[in-house]
């Protein structure tokens, strides 16, 4: 999908390998659409969150997620240490999304 987080990971791959891999953003449609484009024929495959694959596939048991593009890449939020206002709101709206039930949900969508 167009402004994939997968897009910089592709052109750092192709860096690594030595060689150009070729990146298609798609503007119109999603990862779950795009998987179903797969699993149709439409398209012969598509880069995806791996976390929206595993709950697409559920749906979509023809369509083979199996093959990683990379090692995984674990993401986390860096703070300066002398940055103690933007950790605390940071803080705070983490405690905000988790206190409203968004984060269950986020959570629930992408990791079970």
């Not at 999908?1 to 192709?14: C, V, Y």
């Not at 797969?38 to 697409?56: F, P, S």
């Not at 990379?70 to 988790?98: E, H, Y």
Request: charged share 25%; proline share 4%.
């Amino acid at each position: 999908p167009k402004d994939s987080p997968a897009l910089l990971r592709l052109q750092n791959l192709g860096h690594e390998i030595g060689d150009t891999i070729y990146v298609v953003e798609d503007e119109l449609y999603s990862t779950e659409q795009l998987m179903i484009m797969v699993a149709k024929g439409d398209i012969d495959y598509a880069v995806c969150d791996q976390q929206i694959a595993r709950m697409t596939q559920k749906n979509l048991p023809e369509v083979d997620i199996l093959t990683d593009v990379s090692f995984t890449q674990l993401q986390s939020w860096a703070v300066r240490k002398d940055s103690p206002v933007l950790q605390d709101s940071l803080n705070s709206w983490l405690q905000q999304i988790k206190n409203s039930g968004l984060y269950d949900q986020i959570y629930k969508r992408y990791y079970k």
